[in-house]
């Protein structure tokens, strides 16, 4: 560390363990140097040490675990909000295997307000589906879809579990989704979620509410619960 | 509550608690019933009615404060992602004063690894800025700002107190951002943001990343963290 430069110091840690993790000096869930072993090391104070940690986790390089230390992150995901895409296309792009485990099936009806909030019609009969989506096996989005009945008249759970859910549309419907309004919000990972997703509870999670459309019928409803530690979004604004 | 329904209870729950907040039985920031009551009030079990109170949270009608109940939420704010926006313009198309507190206003230097990644140039002179934004004096985002000094040579504290950071820019600079990239991630409001923004700590943040453009020149990278309880973002695909 050069103290004397106007490079600060936390920004000088970061960097020198950023270029650890780049040339696989450290390599990914491998556990970091702890706090204190960190200020020997560099001869920082800690409340250096935790700046820089702390921005790091913030930047996605590394994460924690309660009462076990700071590890190494694996890359996450960096969706482009350009086109419409799906979770099983945007996988497979990145030569990762997509899977869906289908958590529960249900045929519900939704009163007015509510209704109205999903932009449904009232007391609409709508499929209530749960899906795990995993990638590589790797538990990654919590979703829920609400899906007219009126549209789907004959989809059941196993149409769910073999094959993706739009490829089900397209072909026993001839839907293909057009247009798709999405709302994001910062939450947290609550705790059936974190049974399912593999990770600690109250951790982040990025929120997704996706209307999907056909030549302007509301086609799906869907809340999906990302992990915070897995998904960035990006957008390009003019 | 209908229990020989298709609509499930705690969405019965849901449905009346929403009815009330929109007509005004609840008002913003009034403590609703305790899970304890709203199992008598309504003759339902507390795992219902904890589930109904769960959604509501996750959908933004209500929020928690730990061991003092449940309250109702104040209106989020939603920004649409279509066009180049910016804070001071949101707060003022909503009828809200937009105010600015600058934190603190330094001059650093980056290293490689982290100048490469906010796309600056190694070892060029930055000022790092960290700002407060509010609407109608309540906190709302915890801004750090990075500019390249080549672009701003005399840029100080007092022009950003007094004016829109994207005001001094035009006016002193002839800048005007023409292209912003945004990223966005799913975190947690850590314990110095949380001081500033009057919430606690580790509740759900929505990280903002922004690098802006004047003719391909970039000339702002900022790391916005806002309220999760406060913003959602929209996007349309085709």
């Known amino acids: 560390m050069d103290k004397s430069s106007r490079v600060p110091l936390y920004l000088q840690l970061m960097e020198d363990i950023i270029r650890k993790i780049e040339n ?3 390599v990914e869930n491998q556990q ?3 706090e204190r072993e960190l200020c020997d090391i560099y001869g920082l104070s800690r409340i250096t040490v935790r700046q820089a940690l702390q921005e790091l986790e913030r930047e996605g390089y590394i994460y924690k675990l309660h009462g076990k230390g700071t590890f190494v992150a694996t890359k996450s995901i960096n969706q482009n909000l350009i086109n419409l895409y799906s979770f099983t296309e ?4 990145m030569a990762k ?3 869906t485990k289908v958590l529960s099936f249900s045929e519900i009806e939704l009163e007015e307000h ?6 449904l019609e009232p007391y609409e009969e709508v499929y209530q589906v749960v899906r795990l989506r995993l990638a590589d096996n790797e538990p990654l989005m919590y ?3 609400y899906l007219p009945k009126k549209h789907f008249p004959d989809l059941s759970a196993t149409d769910l579990v073999e094959r993706p859910m739009y490829e089900v549309f397209k072909e026993d419907y001839q839907i293909v989704v057009t ?3 999405e709302t994001f919000l910062a939450s947290l990972i609550r705790e059936k979620e974190a049974k399912q997703l593999k990770v600690e509870k ?4 990025m929120l997704l509410k996706r209307h999907a459309y056909y030549q302007d019928k509301l086609i799906e409803y869907t809340i999906s619960v990302a992990r915070g530690d897995k998904f960035a979004y990006t957008v390009e604004l003019n």
Chains 1, 2 share one sequence.
């Open 97 to 99: 295997t997509p899977t």
């Open 32 to 34: 970091l140097p702890s």
């Open 90 to 93: 945007e996988m497979k792009k």
């Open 143 to 145: 979703e829920t879809s």
């Open 114 to 119: 509510l209704a109205n909030q999903l932009k």
């Open 202 to 205: 109250n951790q982040p999670a």
């Open 179 to 181: 247009k798709a309004v």
């Open 24 to 26: 696989q000096v450290y």
